[in-house]
Each structure stands twice: as structure tokens, then as C-alpha cells.
């Protein structure tokens, strides 16, 4: 005889098992929204921080760039569309030249100036005994406060300074380095350089540490120069290090304020006059809050396209940044 009852049996059987993976499923997801949940609360404060320190602030200058308002009473504040920024690059403004372009002029040159003498230092000194010692001694800048580091400057480009007395014993005349409009960014850019140098060995010898030893053993196997080495072994596989060196460097020096206001205040004139400089000016000085909010939007946008072209040239070079 056939047994008709044992497919029922076996569906019934199966109608429990079947339903399993259901309610596995079902408790996995409850548990990764608890989980979730235990996350969030944990990021909670650091959220908190961002929203109120970060977003906040944000919003706010964005709302401020598009108004106008002396920094006393909210109830003050009348909106302006996008006035403020027009009047930036209007005729006769001088936010685009010479403010910007001192920008743009300080941070090239001090990025050009500080990646040139860190790669240099920092080659020689992976070739020196006591490497701790000469580290220590080029990142003192660093630890000292940029007003110190800016006074003694200036008072090194005195006419009867050091630096104009070293040019008289050479037998050349006086400079006024901070006094000529000429003179006074450039003076300034070699400032910056000297004083962010430190940091940038540092990164560099962190960098030529990391570059296997073979690759030095095999060229010189092959019969190459000093030279050679540099160009083609040490230079390429430094890459990462100098992407990091030159976005770091190039942002510090387009936000560039403190040196500045020590050494010159901007002047002569607008000679060293630059952004971070200019929005302080239009927003504690003039009280124009709008246009120091709409000229602080335009250097985040200077940053960033500079800092975007960078990643894209290294890449283009062969480094996955």
C-alpha cells in the first residue's frame, strides 16, 4: 500500500524549518538597528561638537555673505542677494588684485621655497649622524609662536638690522625689505618658508625611511650617480610625502594672517595685503561683516580648486592619492 499520509507529514515537517530563516533574518536586523542606535549615541557628542562649532557657523556666514549687517543686532541683518560678492570682483575693487593675487603669490612662493630647502635638508640629514639632534633644531620655528618668530624677523630686515648688515660687510648697500613694495612679500614669503620648513623635514625623512634599501643597493650596482639616484629613485618614491608637504603647505599659506599682520599689517599700501587679512579688516575694521563672509566663500573656493588640481597633477604622475 501506498502511504498517502507521508508528503503531509513531510510539508508539515517542513513548514517549521522553512520559517527559520525568516526569523533569523528578521533578529539580525533588529539587532544591527540596536547597534546602529548604541553607534549614534556614542558619535552623539562628536556631532553635537561639529553642528554647533562647524554647521552652525557655516550657515551662518553663508546667510551673512549674502547681507548685510555691522555685527551688533541680529535684527540688523538686510539681505543683499548676491551684492557682496559682485562688489568683490566690481571695478575698482581691490580683493582680486592685488589681495588675491598676493594670496596666490604668498602661498606659491612659500610652498616653492619650503618643498625646495625641506627635500634638500632632509636628504642631507638621512646622511648625518645624530639625526634626532638636527631634526630637533630645524623644528624649533614650528613650537615658536608665530609673533615671536615675526618680530624678530622684522627687526632682522631693519635698516641696521642683521640682515642689512650682513649685505654691507659683503659690500653691498642697504635694503628696505619691508618698506619697498617690491620687497615686502617676498620678505615675508621667506619668513613662512623658513618657519614651516621644520615640519616638512620631518615628514620627508619619514618619507626617505620608508624607501626600501635595496633599491639604493641595485643602483649602485648599476653604476649610478648621486644624481641619478635622487632624480629617479629618491624623488619618485618621496611622492606621497611631497603631495602631503605641498597640500598642507599651500593651504597654510593661502590662510596666511599672523606672520603678516606682525611683520607689515599689509602695507606699504596693499603690497602684503592678503585674504585672511582683508576679511579681518572688512569685518572688526569697517564693520562690513557681508563682504568679509563673501570674500571668506571665495578663498574656500580658492582652496579647494587648488587643492583639487594638486590631487589631479599627482595622479596624473602615477601616485593613487
Do not use: H
Amino acid at each position: 500500500m501506498v502511504n498517502t499520509l507521508a508528503p503531509e507529514t513531510t510539508e508539515r515537517a517542513a513548514g517549521p524549518r522553512s520559517a527559520g530563516p525568516a526569523v533569523n533574518g528578521r533578529g539580525q536586523t533588529r539587532r544591527r538597528r540596536r547597534q546602529a542606535v548604541v553607534a549614534y549615541l556614542f558619535l552623539a557628542p562628536t556631532l553635537l561638537f561639529f553642528a554647533v562649532f562647524l554647521i552652525l557657523p557655516l550657515g551662518f556666514a553663508l546667510l551673512l555673505s549674502m547681507s548685510r549687517w555691522a555685527g551688533f543686532d541680529l535684527g540688523d541683518i538686510d539681505p543683499v542677494g548676491l551684492d557682496n560678492f559682485t562688489g568683490l570682483f566690481a571695478d575698482g575693487s581691490t580683493f582680486l588684485a592685488p589681495i588675491l593675487t598676493n594670496t596666490l603669490l604668498f602661498a606659491l612662493g612659500t610652498v616653492a621655497l619650503a618643498l625646495a630647502g625641506s627635500v634638500l635638508v632632509a636628504t642631507c640629514i638621512d646622511n648625518l649622524r645624530f639625526q634626532g639632534l638636527w631634526r630637533t633644531l630645524y623644528f624649533l620655528p614650528i613650537v615658536t609662536t608665530v609673533v615671536a618668530v615675526g618680530n624678530v624677523w622684522k627687526y632682522m630686515y631693519e635698516p641696521g638690522g642683521l640682515v642689512n648688515g650682513v649685505l654691507n660687510a659683503l659690500g653691498l648697500g642697504s635694503v628696505a625689505f619691508l618698506q619697498d613694495p617690491d620687497t615686502a612679500l617676498p620678505s615675508v614669503v621667506v619668513v613662512q618658508a623658513w618657519a614651516s620648513v621644520g615640519s616638512a623635514i620631518l615628514i620627508l625623512t619619514a618619507g626617505l625611511k620608508s624607501i626600501p634599501e635595496s633599491y639604493y643597493e641595485a643602483a649602485a650596482l648599476d653604476g649610478a650617480g648621486p644624481a641619478t639616484v635622487f632624480w629617479k629613485i629618491t624623488l619618485p618614491l618621496l611622492r606621497p610625502s611631497l603631495l602631503f608637504v605641498c597640500i598642507t603647505q599651500f593651504l597654510t599659506g593661502l590662510q596666511s594672517f599672523a606672520l603678516i599682520i606682525v611683520m607689515t599689517k599689509g602695507g606699504p599700501g596693499d603690497a602684503t595685503n592678503v585674504a585672511a587679512l582683508e576679511m579681518y579688516r572688512q569685518a572688526f575694521s569697517y564693520g562690513d561683516w557681508g563682504t568679509a563672509s563673501a570674500a571668506a566663500f571665495v578663498l574656500f573656493v580658492v582652496v579647494l580648486v587648488v587643492t583639487l588640481v594638486q590631487l589631479w597633477i599627482f595622479r596624473r604622475k602615477g601616485e593613487d592619492a
